[in-house]
């Protein structure tokens, strides 16, 4: 196929920073929401999955490829997207925990489709072992673990800085998975926040029952768990990246924490109330923070309330598209969410 030097295809936006009156007055200072559920995927997937794939087609320039990816769901709906915008075949290997609901949206986009394994882990190996090594066309495109991904994720702080002065950011809230996003956050710390300026804080959140970047913190090592217990399946990577791990090891300014699912849902909920947008839990236990009070815990200790008043966080709205109004409303029944 042809280059696409001359006009790159579309395969992420620059999303809006709005302010949130709402979250503020829930958080005690002031909140603005990066909104990434407004991507061509429904989610911040589109960036890292985007570019990495628009990297690995021009290096085969002249002919066609076929995408493999394995996902939870909204890297799976990412690749599927931007493969239909590149005019490539693609396959998701998606385990047995993911819902009907995002598999028909992957094969809507036109992909095939396998559900395979538990978790990701034995989803990915099976595609790599069953279908990308029998495929000489084949690309993997790795969920979360690639450092193309994590430019293509770095993106936002670019955007963030230009949208927000860059002195008035004092903390960055997002969720950890796998650790992509994250991996893309830092990476673009490290390339807007140098010399003597501060860096601001990053709050990394994930559920009880997928929370292997916490468990590795307090352990001290990578750490692998046994199963994924959270209904929060987008966070349901056992083992989160290396780079990620080594991330809170590097930076003191970054912090782990952890919500339950009850809190991920009211954060769902609320954000819906508040904020007028559906967001799927994963993305709701970031926003939960703001509600529960972590996220003063973690960026305001010590602070007056007139000093916590003044700064100035924003919420990585990541989006996600494993929710429907009748799945919230199953949850808040579960979990007894007003």
Known sequence: MGSYDTEPPRLFIETPCIPSAPLSRAAGCNIFLKLENLQPSGSFKSRGIGYMMYR????????????????????????ATAAATLGQACTIVVPTLTSA???EKIRLLGAKVHQVGANWALADAHLRAELLAHDPTG??????DHPDVWTGASSMIDELVSQLPSQSIDGIVCNCGGGGLLNGIMEGMEKHFTGGKGKPKVLAVETVGAESLNASVRAGELVTLPAITSIATSLGAPRVSERSFRWTQEA????????TDAEAVMGTVRFADDAR??????????????YNGDLR??????????????????????????????????????YGVK
């Open 101 to 103: 609901f995002m598999i």
């Open 56 to 79: 690995a087609l021009l290096a085969k320039p002249g002919s066609g490829v076929h995408f493999y990816c394995s996902s939870g769901g909204n890297a799976g709906l990412a690749c």
């Open 297 to 334: 815990k973690a960026m305001g200790e010590g602070m007056s309330d007139e000093e916590w008043s003044r700064k100035n966080v924003v919420v990585i709205v990541c989006g996600g598209s494993n929710v429907s109004l009748e799945l919230l409303e199953t949850y808040k029944e579960k």
């Open 139 to 144: 690309v993997y495109v790795p969920p979360f």
């Open 252 to 259: 003191a300014y970054l912090q782990s924490v952890v919500v």
């Open 277 to 290: 947008i559906l967001v799927e839990v994963a993305c709701g236990a970031t926003i939960a923070t703001v």
